[in-house]
Nanobody, 126 residues
């Protein structure tokens, strides 16, 4: 069993920044063998890929919509993953989800993930 819990969401003005965190736990959890990802879902829209990172943190992939603005990272010693979001835009408004998979590699595909957090709301005002 693996549990993921997101935190750090909130309300921010356009152009501002937020940092989301994801804490992982569970008796079978091994951060060194788990690829991680961030996805988001805006009202009335499908969930979409945002960013992903492999187990050792050496490989990252970003959606085109967030490249240059968002940075995904992880600290395996603390069992956490983060998403630093800069230059936020109103179109970034969504519920953001942390996800983990039983594989060390990154993935842009939500169906490849095995564990999901409850989500945290990010609202960007204009």
């Amino acid at each position: 069993q693996v549990q993921l819990v997101e935190s750090g969401g909130g309300l921010v003005q356009a152009g501002g920044s937020l940092r989301l965190s994801c804490a992982a736990s569970g008796r079978t959890f091994n951060s060194y063998s788990m690829g991680m990802g961030w996805f988001r879902q805006a009202p009335g829209k499908e969930r979409e890929f945002v960013a992903t990172i492999n187990a050792n943190g050496g490989t990252t992939i970003y959606a085109d919509s967030v490249k240059g603005r968002f940075t995904i990272s992880r600290d395996n010693s603390k069992n956490t993953a983060s998403l630093q979001m800069n230059s936020l835009k109103p179109e970034d408004t969504a519920v953001y989800y942390c996800a983990g998979r039983r594989s060390a590699g990154p993935s842009t595909t939500e169906n490849f993930y095995d564990y999901w957090g409850q989500g945290t709301q990010v609202t960007v005002s204009s």
